[in-house]
């Protein structure tokens, strides 16, 4: 799957960032398109999905209230809003095409990312 990411860059706390993801071609209907991030020294973890078919979102717990996702289910294309930005968001963001949920946990099932867009939030 081909992922097309954009957006990202540094920011100050409290602004305000916008990330795209397009996946031309996407065929993976039954699974949720989102972000995944990763800081240095740290895994990978869910931020948010966005589930084009009845247009259920999902948010990691500590983006809740600031992030928003949204999405272009004719294109493929997902989005994330990022406000009230913190220091503790610097990371690569990276866009997944298939999410699912088990477990207790958000994870990428077959493993597709995207190239990954960096994050840096200044204090």
């Known amino acids: 799957v081909q992922l097309v990411e954009s957006g990202g860059g540094l920011v100050q706390a409290g602004g305000s960032l916008r990330l795209s993801c397009a996946a031309p071609?996407?065929?993976?209907?039954?699974?949720?398109m989102g972000w995944f991030r990763q800081a240095p020294r740290q895994e990978r973890e869910f931020v948010a999905a966005?589930?084009?078919?009845?247009?259920?979102?999902y948010y990691a717990d500590s983006v809740k209230g600031r992030f928003t996702i949204s999405g272009d289910n004719a294109e493929n294309t997902v989005y994330l809003q990022m406000d009230s930005l913190k220091p503790e968001d610097t990371a690569v963001y990276y866009c997944a095409p298939d999410i699912a949920y088990g477990a207790g946990t958000y994870y990428s099932e077959f493993d597709y990312w995207g190239q990954g867009t960096q994050v840096t939030v200044s204090s």
């Open positions: 966005l589930v084009f078919s009845n247009g259920s979102t």
């Open positions: 071609g996407r065929t993976l209907e039954s699974y949720a």
